[in-house]
């Protein structure tokens, strides 16, 4: 079992949905949970972190953690063309000291939001 | 300034060739990465340099080397690639290994012929 699992989509909604991105994830000491958005050819963008379980809205974005379940969500509300990218997950535990940094990416949704 | 520079944006290489691809950053970020990412995969991380210290070495093979010459500048240092080397190679920095916000470059697309 792949320690992060993200379903690759792709996924295609109208613009003006609500679109639901979700990962799951197998390893309990995970603590930081991260979403990248990633526009084809470039670098990914930090759009969002959480720690541990709970709920962070930003704007039309919001992440939820529920770590009882291992599982994450990202919401995007009113959704726009300008959000068709990779959206992908990553996570981490408890930083313990040099050279124990350690980012586990999900393999990424492709999102297409149609005009 | 929130941005993390990374030259040449495009490079094809032959199998015999030794080149470099170059980062940047002035956000005063102590912690520098490099990530490998091939298309349709998540990125893979490199190396880690922590105040300028090889932190964490992902058992890469010896033909790529990175380098930090100062807390600003990464280098990865390119020698007798493999065609399966190409990817997309992005650099990241973070404020120190702990801190969880890293920006990351638009990365150098390097094609191995």
């Known amino acids: 079992q792949k320690e992060v699992e993200q379903d690759p989509g792709p996924l295609s909604v109208p613009e003006g949905a609500i679109v639901s991105l979700n990962c799951t994830y197998s390893?309990?000491?995970?603590?930081?949970f991260m979403w990248y958005r990633q526009y084809s050819r470039k670098g990914p963008e930090l759009l969002m972190y959480?720690?541990?379980?709970g709920n962070k809205e930003d704007g039309r974005f919001t992440a939820q953690v529920d770590k009882s379940s291992k599982y994450i969500s990202l919401f995007i509300r009113d959704s726009q063309p300008s959000d068709s990218a990779t959206y992908l997950c990553?996570?981490?535990?408890?930083?313990?000291?040099?050279?124990?940094?350690?980012?586990?990416f999900g393999k990424g949704t492709k999102l297409s939001v149609i005009p | 300034d929130t941005e993390v520079t990374q030259t040449p944006k495009h490079l094809v290489m032959g199998m015999t060739n030794k080149k470099s691809l170059k980062c940047e950053q002035h956000?005063?970020?102590?912690?520098m990465y490099w990530y490998k990412q091939k298309a349709k995969k998540p990125p893979e991380l490199m190396f880690v340099?922590?105040?300028?210290?090889?932190?964490i070495n992902e058992s890469v093979p010896s033909r790529f080397s990175p380098e930090c010459p100062n807390s600003s500048l990464l280098n990865l240092h390119l020698h007798a690639l493999q065609p399966e080397d190409s990817a997309l190679y992005l650099c990241?920095?973070?404020?120190?290994?702990?801190?969880?916000?890293?920006?990351f470059g638009q990365g150098t697309r390097l094609t191995v012929v």
């Open positions: 959480t720690y541990s379980s």
């Open positions: 990241a920095s973070s404020q120190d290994e702990a801190r969880n916000e890293a920006f």
């Open positions: 390893n309990s000491a995970f603590q930081y």
């Open positions: 990553a996570m981490r535990d408890l930083y313990s000291g040099a050279g124990s940094y350690q980012l586990t």
């Open positions: 340099y922590s105040y300028e210290k090889l932190s």
């Open positions: 956000m005063g970020h102590r912690a």
